[in-house]
């Protein structure tokens, strides 16, 4: 038994999703008494990965620098069949979802996606993961020879347990890719959905774009990524890449803060399954107060105006 992760990176650095990724892989391996290697592309800190268990990293650079499914699938199968790797496991960013399917395909593995914990049981491998936009938990069975689990964003959590930690750079043998990429232009300075850890989301309470500056400051406070509702992206107040929910983008964040938005069911399903969610709502029978951990009926133009000053007020101390 053998258990390989792959721990994503971007601009040269680990992403924020491969400590929990590592953190799932190490406790894997100890559940099947198994060893665990990372692998990880073009990322200069990889050895941090150390610090949640992991003892052993293949570092591939000869594949793109930019993220190449293709070029990624092709090495991590070479090594995988080389070093009879029959557990694999990966994020759940648009990144790990589009090279997973990949992956699977070369290897003839069975592929799971959105696990929430470690496998209930072992042999047949069986896991938890989240169906039909975060509604039901399914229990699936992954019959393969090696198998691939894709953890959910936010779902296992970090654990610390730092070890030594040795790199070997890694020529992949074969790193050819389908692809070829042109030019990428990419939004630069701001926190993303996909990888903050807190996302601040304005719906049509704010009654239109010119009073974004209250959701931007907020986020900028708390290092927040920005986020709305399905109708404010379809009036143009914002673009369509902040728009989450079953039509857009799944939040799971540690926090996810509500502001004017009124907690429709399509709305809900892409978000709850962030861990604390603030609703600021002036309608104290808005639904996203049912799903909400906290909840402050209130008018937005009050409530978040006084809170950027406390939490400017509270920052200042520390
Ligand atoms: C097939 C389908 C798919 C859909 N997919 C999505 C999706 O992916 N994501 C999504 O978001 N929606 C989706 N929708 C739309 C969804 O049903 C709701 O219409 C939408 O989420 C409502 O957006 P909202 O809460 O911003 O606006 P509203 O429903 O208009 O709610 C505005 C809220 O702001 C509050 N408010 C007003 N003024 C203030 C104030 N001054 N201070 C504080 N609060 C205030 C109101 O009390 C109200 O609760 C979908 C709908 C369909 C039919």
Same mark, same amino acid.
């Given at each position: 038994?053998?258990?390989?992760?792959?721990?994503?990176?971007?601009?040269?650095?680990? /992403?924020?999703?491969?400590?929990?990724?590592?953190?799932?892989?190490?406790?894997?391996?100890?559940?099947?008494?198994?060893?665990?290697?990372?692998?990880?592309?073009?990322?200069?800190?990889?050895?941090?990965?150390?610090?949640?268990?992991?003892? /052993?990293?293949? @570092?591939? +650079?000869?594949?793109?620098?930019?993220?190449?499914?293709?070029?990624?699938?092709?090495?991590?199968?070479?090594?995988?069949?080389?070093?009879?790797?029959?557990?694999?496991?990966?994020?759940?960013?648009?990144?790990?979802?589009?090279?997973?399917?990949?992956?699977?395909?070369?290897?003839?593995?069975?592929?799971?996606?959105?696990?929430?914990?470690?496998?209930?049981?072992?042999?047949?491998?069986?896991?938890?993961?989240?169906?039909?936009?975060? /509604?039901?938990?399914? @229990?699936?069975?992954?019959?393969?020879?090696?198998?691939?689990?894709?953890?959910?964003?936010? +779902?296992?959590?970090?654990?610390?347990?730092?070890?030594?930690?040795?790199?070997?750079?890694?020529?992949?043998? @074969?790193?050819?890719?389908?692809?070829?990429?042109?030019?990428?232009?990419?939004?630069?300075?701001?926190?993303?959905?996909?990888?903050?850890?807190?996302?601040?989301?304005?719906?049509?309470?704010?009654?239109?774009?010119?009073?974004?500056?209250?959701?931007?400051?907020?986020?900028?406070?708390?290092?927040?990524?920005?986020?709305?509702?399905?109708?404010?992206?379809?009036?143009?107040?914002? +673009?369509?890449?902040?728009?989450?929910?079953?039509?857009?983008?799944?939040?799971?964040?540690?926090?996810?803060?509500?502001?004017?938005?009124?907690?429709?069911?399509? @709305?809900?399903?892409?978000?709850?399954?962030?861990?604390?969610?603030?609703?600021?709502?002036?309608?104290?029978?808005?639904?996203?107060?049912?799903?909400?951990?906290?909840?402050?009926?209130?008018?937005?133009?009050?409530?978040?105006?006084?809170?950027?000053?406390?939490?400017?007020?509270f920052k200042a101390l520390s």
């Amino acid at each position: 038994m053998s258990v390989l992760i792959i721990a994503e990176s971007e601009n040269n650095a680990l /992403k924020r999703n491969a400590a929990e990724v590592a953190s799932y892989g190490v406790a894997l391996a100890s559940k099947l008494n198994a060893s665990c290697t990372a692998i990880t592309f073009h990322a200069s800190n990889a050895a941090e990965l150390g610090q949640y268990g992991i003892t /052993k990293i293949a @570092h591939i +650079s000869n594949v793109p620098s930019h993220f190449d499914a293709y070029a990624q699938a092709n090495a991590i199968s070479a090594y995988a069949t080389q070093n009879k790797v029959t557990h694999i496991v990966i994020g759940s960013s648009a990144d790990a979802k589009f090279l997973a399917p990949l992956l699977a395909a070369k290897l003839n593995a069975g592929y799971a996606p959105n696990v929430v914990a470690l496998p209930d049981e072992l042999s047949p491998l069986t896991v938890k993961r989240t169906a039909f936009t975060n /509604k039901a938990f399914a @229990h699936t069975q992954l019959l393969a020879a090696c198998n691939i689990i894709g953890v959910g964003n936010n +779902s296992f959590g970090v654990i610390e347990n730092e070890v030594n930690c040795t790199v070997d750079e890694i020529e992949a043998t @074969h790193t050819a890719s389908n692809l070829e990429q042109i030019s990428i232009e990419k939004i630069t300075g701001k926190a993303t959905i996909a990888d903050a850890d807190v996302v601040v989301s304005g719906g049509r309470g704010l009654k239109g774009p010119e009073n974004w500056h209250l959701i931007e400051s907020l986020a900028e406070i708390l290092d927040a990524a920005t986020a709305c509702s399905k109708p404010v992206s379809d009036m143009g107040w914002r +673009s369509h890449d902040e728009h989450v929910g079953q039509t857009g983008k799944p939040v799971s964040t540690n926090l996810y803060i509500a502001i004017g938005i009124s907690g429709a069911i399509q @709305h809900l399903a892409g978000v709850n399954s962030s861990k604390v969610k603030v609703v600021i709502n002036n309608d104290p029978e808005a639904p996203f107060f049912k799903a909400a951990d906290y909840g402050v009926v209130g008018d937005a133009f009050e409530v978040v105006p006084e809170l950027i000053q406390k939490l400017k007020a509270f920052k200042a101390l520390s």
